[in-house]
């Protein structure tokens, strides 16, 4: 009988971001995002788990190689995303709120792309310790 299994990859990068709504005051942002609506931008340390689920192959017995799903994470996230600020530097978010609900859905899309269909995909996404997303939900 043929049971998947499901293998993390944890990965982690620093982000800047602002957090605010385009035709909103500075009061009206503030007031709904905090400090992460600090018109300056501010740093987070965002903690990436990959979680991968499939049937681990019958030669090698990986479900996906961890050194191969780490290249990818490395290649098509942390190089999009590390020491970047995310409104300014990078397209996927010149015009989406990067909230850590909106950055986990656009990492879920590109690593989506990246794995073969066979295998079973979830990204969580942790902003602060306390603070975290996952998708899909
Ligand atoms: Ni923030």
């Known amino acids: 009988m043929e ?3 499901a293998i993390f990859r944890k990965e982690h990068f620093n982000a800047a971001h602002r957090l605010f709504v385009h035709g909103w005051t500075d009061e ?9 609506s600090n018109p300056h931008f501010h740093g987070h340390n965002y903690e ?8 681990p192959d019958p030669v090698t017995g990986y479900v996906i190689n961890l050194s191969t799903l ?17 409104n300014l530097d990078t397209k996927e ?5 990067p909230t850590a609900e909106n950055i ?11 794995l073969d269909a066979s295998l079973d995909l979830s990204v969580r996404l942790y902003e602060t ?3 975290f997303v996952e998708y899909p939900a």
């Open 28 to 36: 009206q942002n503030l007031e709904q995002f905090g400090k992460c």
């Open 70 to 86: 780490s290249s990818i994470i490395q290649k098509h996230v942390l190089a999009r995303f590390d020491h970047k600020n995310l």
């Open 104 to 114: 986990v859905y656009v990492i879920y899309e590109i690593l989506r792309k990246e």
């Open 129 to 131: 310790e306390r603070n």
């Open 3 to 5: 049971k998947k299994v």
């Open 48 to 55: 990436l788990v990959v979680k991968v689920t499939g049937i």
């Open 93 to 97: 978010f010149a015009s989406l709120n």
